[in-house]
C-alpha cells in the first residue's frame, strides 16, 4: 500500500466490556433493518395493484427510491459517526427508519410511498458505517475477522429471511382482526415496524460507546483530509474493485427484489407463497454462503495468500451468474427455485466480503469512511440500476409475464463478464494492500 496516501498508522484496539452483548444488539438492529428494507418487495404484488403502479415505479420504489438517499446520506453520516457518539447516532436512526416504515402503510399513492421510503433509506444509511467503526474499536485487528462475519451474514440472511416473514406476516394480516379495515399489505408494512421501536429502548439502556483506538496524537487533525487521500493513492486497487463490487450487486438486487413477482407472474403462486418459497431456499443456502465463503478466503490468506477475498470474490460471479440466466429462460419452476439457491449461496456474501476488505485495509478513524464508499457504490449500483434497470427493460423492451425474466436474463449477460475482469485487475493491488499491513 502506499505509504503516503494517508497519515495513520494501524493500531490494535483495546478490550471492551460486553462488546458480544453489543455485536448481539447491532446484529437484531441489522436484521431488523433487513425485513424494513425489503418488506416492500414481498408485498410488491399486491401494493402494486392497490395502487397502480407500474413495473417502472415499482423498481424505482424497490431500488432507486431507497437507494440514492441511502448513498448520498452514507458519507456525511459516516463522518458523524467517525466523530461522534455512535450508540446515539444509531439511536436516532433506528428510530426514523421505523417511524417511514410504519408511515408507509397509510401511503396513498406512488408519491407518498416514494417519501416514505426516501425515509427509511436515510436512517439505515447509519446503521452499518457505525458497526463497523464499534466492532473496529471493540476488538483487536486479528478478532474482528468473526464479529464482522456474523453481522454482515445478518444482513445477507434476512435478505432472503425477509420474504419468509413478510409472508408470514401477510398471511396473519388476511385472518387478524385487529386492523379488518386495513389491507393486508399495509397491516403488513406496520406491524414489521414494531420491533425497531423497542429495540430502541432496550440498546439505549444498556450499551455504551466504546473508547476510540488512537494510533498517534495529530490523527484527530488529520481525518477530514485522509479519506480522498487514502482512495487516490490506492487507486490501482480502488476503481476495479468499486467497478466490479457495483455492477455485481445491481444483480443481486435485482434478483432479490424481483423474486416473489417472478413466481408470482410465471408459475402463479400466490403473494404469501412465493415469499415462503423464496425464502426458504434463499435463507439456508445464504446462511451456508456467508458462513463459509468468508471463511475459505481466510483460510487461503493464511495459507499465503493475501489476495484470497478477491478470488473467492471472483467464484462468487462465476458460479451463480450462468445459473440465474438458465433458470430465468427455461420456464421450469424447479430450474428456477434452483437458480434462486445458487444465486442466494454466492451472491449476497459479496457485501460482506467487500465490507470486511474494507475494514482490513482501513486505519481507525477511516474505517467508518471506507466501508461507507463501499456501501455507497453497492447501493448506488445495486438498488439504484437492478431493480429499476430490470423494470424499466421489462416495460420498455420486453413483454408479457416473463418480460421481468428476459431483463435480468440480459443483465446477468453483460454484468457477470465484467465483474469478473474488475475483480481481476483489482487482485495484485488488493493483495499487496493486504501485505503491506503493520499489525
Given at each position: 500500500?502506499?505509504?503516503?496516501?494517508?497519515?495513520?498508522?494501524?493500531?490494535?484496539s483495546k478490550v471492551h466490556p460486553?462488546?458480544?452483548?453489543?455485536?448481539?444488539?447491532?446484529?437484531?438492529?441489522?436484521?431488523?433493518?433487513?425485513?424494513?428494507?425489503?418488506?416492500?418487495?414481498?408485498?410488491?404484488?399486491?401494493?402494486?395493484?392497490?395502487?397502480?403502479?407500474?413495473?417502472?415505479?415499482?423498481?424505482?420504489?424497490?431500488?432507486?427510491?431507497?437507494?440514492?438517499?441511502?448513498?448520498?446520506?452514507?458519507?456525511?453520516?459516516?463522518?458523524?459517526?467517525?466523530?461522534?457518539?455512535?450508540?446515539?447516532?444509531?439511536?436516532?436512526?433506528?428510530?426514523?427508519?421505523?417511524?417511514?416504515?410504519?408511515?408507509?402503510?397509510?401511503?396513498?399513492?406512488?408519491?407518498?410511498?416514494?417519501?416514505?421510503?426516501?425515509?427509511?433509506?436515510?436512517?439505515?444509511?447509519?446503521?452499518?458505517?457505525?458497526?463497523?467503526?464499534?466492532?473496529?474499536?471493540?476488538?483487536?485487528?486479528?478478532?474482528?475477522?468473526?464479529?464482522?462475519?456474523?453481522?454482515?451474514?445478518?444482513?445477507?440472511?434476512?435478505?432472503?429471511?425477509?420474504?419468509?416473514?413478510?409472508?408470514?406476516?401477510?398471511?396473519?394480516?388476511?385472518?387478524?382482526?385487529?386492523?379488518?379495515?386495513?389491507?393486508?399489505?399495509?397491516?403488513?408494512?406496520?406491524?414489521?415496524?414494531?420491533?425497531?421501536?423497542?429495540?430502541?429502548?432496550?440498546?439505549?439502556?444498556?450499551?455504551?460507546?466504546?473508547?476510540?483506538?488512537?494510533?498517534?496524537?495529530?490523527?484527530?487533525?488529520?481525518?477530514?483530509?485522509?479519506?480522498?487521500?487514502?482512495?487516490?493513492?490506492?487507486?490501482?486497487?480502488?476503481?476495479?474493485?468499486?467497478?466490479?463490487?457495483?455492477?455485481?450487486?445491481?444483480?443481486?438486487?435485482?434478483?432479490?427484489?424481483?423474486?416473489?413477482?417472478?413466481?408470482?407472474?410465471?408459475?402463479?403462486?400466490?403473494?404469501?407463497?412465493?415469499?415462503?418459497?423464496?425464502?426458504?431456499?434463499?435463507?439456508?443456502?445464504?446462511?451456508?454462503?456467508?458462513?463459509?465463503?468468508?471463511?475459505?478466503?481466510?483460510?487461503?490468506?493464511?495459507?499465503?495468500?493475501?489476495?484470497?477475498?478477491?478470488?473467492?470474490?471472483?467464484?462468487?460471479?462465476?458460479?451463480?451468474?450462468?445459473?440465474?440466466?438458465?433458470?430465468?429462460?427455461?420456464?421450469?419452476?424447479?430450474?428456477?427455485?434452483?437458480?434462486?439457491?445458487?444465486?442466494?449461496?454466492?451472491?449476497?456474501?459479496?457485501?460482506?466480503?467487500?465490507?470486511?476488505?474494507?475494514?482490513?485495509?482501513?486505519?481507525?478513524?477511516?474505517?467508518?469512511?471506507?466501508?461507507?464508499?463501499?456501501?455507497?457504490?453497492?447501493?448506488?449500483?445495486?438498488?439504484?440500476?437492478?431493480?429499476?434497470?430490470?423494470?424499466?427493460?421489462?416495460?420498455?423492451?420486453?413483454?408479457?409475464?416473463?418480460?421481468?425474466?428476459?431483463?435480468?436474463?440480459?443483465?446477468?449477460?453483460?454484468?457477470?463478464?465484467?465483474?469478473?475482469?474488475?475483480?481481476?485487475?483489482?487482485?495484485?493491488?488488493?493483495?499487496?494492500?493486504?501485505?503491506?499491513?503493520k499489525d
Amino acid at each position: 500500500m502506499n505509504e503516503q496516501s494517508t497519515s495513520f498508522t494501524y493500531a490494535d484496539s483495546k478490550v471492551h466490556p460486553g462488546r458480544w452483548y453489543a455485536v448481539g444488539c447491532l446484529i437484531i438492529f441489522y436484521a431488523i433493518s433487513m425485513v424494513d428494507r425489503f418488506i416492500l418487495s414481498a408485498v410488491a404484488q399486491p401494493v402494486s395493484q392497490s395502487l397502480g403502479l407500474t413495473n417502472t415505479q415499482m423498481g424505482l420504489l424497490l431500488g432507486a427510491g431507497f437507494a440514492i438517499l441511502y448513498s448520498v446520506a452514507g458519507i456525511p453520516v459516516a463522518y458523524l459517526i467517525d466523530r461522534g457518539n455512535r450508540t446515539r447516532i444509531i439511536l436516532i436512526g433506528v428510530s426514523l427508519w421505523s417511524l417511514m416504515t410504519a408511515a408507509s402503510a397509510f401511503t396513498t399513492d406512488f408519491s407518498t410511498l416514494l417519501i416514505c421510503r426516501a425515509g427509511v433509506a436515510i436512517g439505515e444509511a447509519v446503521l452499518t458505517p457505525a458497526a463497523m467503526s464499534l466492532i473496529g474499536d471493540m476488538y483487536l485487528r486479528k478478532e474482528r475477522a468473526l464479529p464482522t462475519s456474523l453481522y454482515m451474514a445478518t444482513g445477507n440472511i434476512m435478505a432472503t429471511g425477509a420474504f419468509l416473514i413478510g409472508g408470514a406476516v401477510y398471511q396473519y394480516a388476511g385472518t387478524q382482526q385487529l386492523m379488518p379495515a386495513m389491507e393486508a399489505w399495509r397491516f403488513t408494512l406496520f406491524a414489521v415496524s414494531l420491533p425497531g421501536f423497542l429495540m430502541v429502548v432496550l440498546f439505549a439502556l444498556s450499551v455504551r460507546e466504546p473508547a476510540r483506538v488512537t494510533s498517534q496524537p495529530t490523527e484527530h487533525k488529520t481525518t477530514v483530509d485522509a479519506l480522498l487521500p487514502f482512495l487516490v493513492g490506492n487507486k490501482a486497487m480502488f476503481i476495479p474493485f468499486f467497478l466490479a463490487t457495483g455492477m455485481i450487486s445491481s444483480l443481486t438486487l435485482g434478483v432479490i427484489s424481483w423474486a416473489p413477482t417472478l413466481l408470482i407472474r410465471l408459475h402463479e403462486l400466490t403473494a404469501s407463497h412465493a415469499s415462503y418459497v423464496f425464502g426458504s431456499v434463499g435463507l439456508p443456502t445464504s446462511v451456508f454462503g456467508t458462513l463459509c465463503l468468508p471463511w475459505l478466503a481466510g483460510k487461503l490468506q493464511k495459507a499465503g495468500r493475501p489476495d484470497g477475498i478477491i478470488l473467492i470474490l471472483m467464484l462468487s460471479v462465476a458460479i451463480p451468474v450462468p445459473a440465474i440466466i438458465a433458470g430465468l429462460l427455461s420456464g421450469q419452476y424447479w430450474l428456477l427455485v434452483t437458480a434462486f439457491a445458487i444465486c442466494m449461496m454466492f451472491l449476497p456474501s459479496i457485501s460482506v466480503m467487500t465490507c470486511l476488505g474494507m475494514q482490513m485495509i482501513s486505519p481507525s478513524r477511516l474505517r467508518a469512511r471506507t466501508v461507507a464508499v463501499n456501501l455507497l457504490v453497492i447501493n448506488l449500483f445495486g438498488y439504484t440500476v437492478g431493480p429499476f434497470l430490470s423494470g424499466l427493460l421489462a416495460d420498455r423492451v420486453f413483454s408479457g409475464p416473463a418480460a421481468i425474466a428476459f431483463a435480468l436474463a440480459t443483465m446477468a449477460a453483460v454484468i457477470g463478464p465484467v465483474a469478473i475482469l474488475g475483480f481481476l485487475f483489482a487482485r495484485r493491488h488488493f493483495g499487496q494492500m493486504m501485505s503491506a499491513q503493520k499489525d
